[in-house]
């Protein structure tokens, strides 16, 4: 999809996301966190990165594999909902 800004904290977007989307996988790094959707033998199908910043979050969503198990319209209304 691509990158964007957004008010609120990686933390609220990443329980946000959790609550609206099935099987999310959470990891968290030095500085980030990671959010993997769609889980199958091959991988995610989608990767949410989310950084902090001085306003809230840098958001970074991109497609890893093609899984149609979190289509691309459910996770951008997700994302939507979820960074406003």
Do not use: Q
Request: with cysteine; net charge positive; aromatic share 6%.
């Amino acid at each position: 999809i691509s990158d964007w800004s957004s008010a609120r904290s990686p933390r609220s977007i990443a329980n946000c996301l959790s609550s609206r989307l099935t099987g999310v996988d959470r990891r968290m790094g030095a500085g980030y966190t990671e959010l993997g959707l769609g889980r199958s033998a091959n991988g995610y199908a989608w990767l949410v990165t989310l950084k902090p910043s001085a306003v809230g979050s840098n958001v970074t969503v991109e497609k890893v594999i093609d899984n149609d198990s979190v289509s691309e319209p459910e996770l951008r209304f997700a994302i939507a909902r979820c960074t406003t």
